[in-house]
């Protein structure tokens, strides 16, 4: 019998650095909302989205290219940039066709980190394509590791939430021996049901819904498969695969 691709959860980018990348398809997760935004960009029709860590950067590269720069700093649109990171703001007729720079205080970190150590694949997850990101991970056959983007280095649920979905739709083609994954499973099992009624619980509601009003967003962040591509990293965007 083959042994099965063995799966880890990084809970914080700050424990990013003790899993081994290069031989794993590594996922990017910001549910609250860089890798949400991502998945709707792409589903709506955007040819790639360029992820930048500075404000500066995503206009530079939005100029040249004659794309749309985007971006947020602490949930709120960056200065300098008129688009911010909400799902919502992707429609159809707005991104077909065009190109995504875009800038966020957690997301696009994480994913350069992931660069920088060397990892083999790199896709981005949220609920809004839960399932391309399950079928991916399955096909692959592949180490994998979930990376929690989290808020400043911090721990957050609703990252975690997702993994621990990814967790429980694929646990039984992958050796899972690590605490963290456990219990990201444990957690989504209990409030799976009832996602958008435990929001109102988390640190990062807060700061999005009770200062920015945008309670639409949570609920697209949180509602799977509304979004059901695959954003696929490669040669410096995230194109669907």
Known sequence: MSQKPSLHTSI?????????????VVV??????????????LFNGAKSVIPVDSVARAIEISRNIDGIAAGERDGMIAEGLQHGNSPLEYSREFIENKTLVLTTTNGTRLLQMALDRNADTIVSGSFPNLSAV?????????????????????????????AGAVIHQLDKHFTIHCDSSLMAETMY??????????????????????????????????????ANILPVYTEGKLIVK
């Open 134 to 162: 399950c079928d991916f991970l399955l096909k692959e056959k592949k180490n994998v590791v979930l990376g929690c983007a989290g808020w400043k280095d911090r721990f957050n649920l609703e990252d975690t939430l997702f």
């Open 28 to 41: 990017i997760i910001d549910v609250f909302r860089a890798t949400s935004t991502i998945a709707s960009a």
């Open 189 to 226: 099992i209990k409030y799976k049901n009832k996602l958008v009624d435990f929001a109102p619980k988390l640190t990062h509601y807060h700061r999005l819904v009770e200062r920015f009003g945008l309670i639409e967003d949570i609920r697209f962040c949180l509602t799977p498969d509304v």
């Open 12 to 24: 914080s980018p700050a424990l990013l650095n003790l899993y081994d990348l290069s031989s794993s």
